[in-house]
């Protein structure tokens, strides 16, 4: 069992930026590839950006790919989403996900995903 919980999220105006933090207890962390899903309202779930067990490879979505930075301290138990340059369209649940020996080769299925965090709210206002 993984247990996800999430921090950083909160309100920011359009071009700022934010950090999100994903602590992760249970398991050795660097038995799971991590990633960032996120979800706006009346949306489904999509991928943001994933890593690799050991931060050599990582994927993001196109939407995000230039303006956000995953990244992975294994003996901080911790993954982080730095989003630069926000748009109003990033405005978001956005969940930290964890894949059992998974990779980051290419975007996520939500259905592969092993353990889900509770989500941090990300608003970007205008």
């Known amino acids: 069992q993984v247990h996800l919980v999430e921090s950083g999220g909160g309100l920011v105006q359009a071009g700022g930026s934010l950090r999100l933090s994903c602590a992760a207890s249970?398991?050795?962390?660097?038995?799971?590839?991590m990633g960032w899903f996120r979800q706006a309202p009346g949306k489904e779930r999509e991928f943001v950006a994933a890593?690799?067990?050991?931060?050599?490879?990582?994927y993001y979505a196109d939407s995000v790919k230039g303006r956000f930075t995953i990244s992975r301290d294994n003996a901080k138990n911790t993954v982080y989403l730095q989003m630069n340059s926000l748009k109003p369209e990033d405005m978001a649940v956005y969940y930290c996900?964890?894949?059992?020996?998974?990779?980051?080769?290419?975007?996520?299925?939500?259905?592969?995903?092993?353990?889900w965090g509770q989500g941090t709210q990300v608003t970007v206002s205008a």
């Open positions: 996900a964890a894949i059992y020996r998974g990779a980051a080769e290419r975007e996520w299925g939500p259905k592969g995903v092993n353990y």
């Open positions: 249970g398991r050795t962390l660097s038995d799971y590839a």
């Open positions: 890593i690799s067990r050991f931060g050599v490879s990582t």
